[in-house]
């Protein structure tokens, strides 16, 4: 049976309920999302230029912006831009930039001063769907609520918040920079299930990718297919394709989720990690990031029982 059960065996409401936060917090500021497969689009402008299409990514530790391509945005708005290369994903060199590290924008209502503004000259991402990548700046300072019911995403002053008792929490942690990390369990119809030490990229539209090397404490699922899994800033990424029986996070178990294989060495930088826990995956529930709490909250909305 394909879908999220709660492992205490307790049916979940289907019903799509209002933000059960919003009667109590005082809401900073409310930005429509879209939703581009399984990633949250929201819009950002910079200066004159905008709004650019950026995907929400707990990657992107660091105050600032990237965007993808240098025709998208007026570049004598800037005074101290710099050509810099960055790293990241996949099999390639460094990608080639321009950053400014004292640039403004906005999203919604929030203007943000002081960021790091960086914007591919390379060419990398030409022809990509949307224009670049937004993390910290919005996920770092605020409690973070996105609810893909209603296609919004809402902050909240991170000193005052409280959630309702509806929310289950999970416990997130950090190593050495600010992208989260939980630990989920996973297993094939061959095995029991095995915990496995994971970071989020909500960048990612996969389910879950398993991070393949030679010391893995997972069973490669016994049947896969090759698949593009995505594009990272140095190259392109493929992988294999297959199905585990279940993936717990928290208390929720999901069954029969789809997984992509990847070389570990080419698609993370995250020493010690054996997952990577997707949008594909987080999208099932209304999903609260609140990093000052070392946690996120989970409630399963109407896409939970979706098939992967």
């Known amino acids: 049976m394909r879908g999220i059960k709660r492992t205490l065996g307790l049916a979940l409401a289907l019903t799509t309920l209002p933000s059960p936060v919003a009667a109590q917090n005082e809401i900073l500021a409310e930005i429509p999302i879209e939703l581009r497969g399984n990633r949250v689009i929201i819009p950002v402008s910079v200066g004159s230029s905008g709004p650019h299409r950026l995907i929400l990514d707990t990657g992107m530790a660091y105050d600032g912006i990237t965007l993808f391509d240098t025709a998208s945005v007026d570049l004598s708005q800037f005074d101290h831009l710099a050509r810099v290369q960055i790293r990241g994903a996949g099999p390639g060199g460094a990608a080639h930039a321009l950053s400014d590290s004292a640039a403004t924008f906005r999203a919604g209502p929030r203007t943000f001063e002081d960021q790091r503004v960086t914007i591919l000259t390379g060419g990398a991402f030409q022809g990509f769907p949307t224009d670049g990548v937004i993390g910290y700046s919005i996920l770092g300072h605020h409690v973070v609520e996105i609810d893909y019911d209603t296609e919004r995403m809402i902050l909240y002053d991170p000193e005052t918040f409280s959630p309702a008792d509806d929310w289950v929490s999970v416990e997130i942690y950090f190593k050495d920079n600010r992208i989260p990390w939980t630990d989920i369990s996973v297993a094939t119809e061959e095995e ?75 698609r993370s930088r995250q020493e010690g990690a054996d997952a990577i826990i997707g949008s594909g995956l987080l999208r099932r529930f209304n999903v609260t990031f609140d990093y000052s709490r070392s946690r996120i909250l989970l409630r399963p909305n109407s896409y939970h029982s979706e098939p992967f």
């Not at 991070?211 to 997972?218: A, E, G, M, P, W």
């Not at 190259?235 to 928290?250: C, F, L, P, Q, T």
């Not at 929720?252 to 990847?262: N, P, T």
Request: proline letters at 5%; a negative charge.
């Open 192 to 266: 029991d299930p095995v915990r496995l030490s994971s970071y989020i990229d909500f960048a990612a539209d996969e389910a879950l990718e398993l991070l393949d090397r030679d010391t893995n404490v997972f069973i490669v699922p016994a049947e896969t297919r090759e698949v593009y899994a995505g594009r990272g800033l140095s190259g392109d990424i493929y992988g294999a394709e297959g199905r585990v029986s279940k993936v717990i996070i928290g208390p929720y178990q999901l069954e029969d989720v789809l997984v992509v294989v990847v070389p570990a060495e080419i």
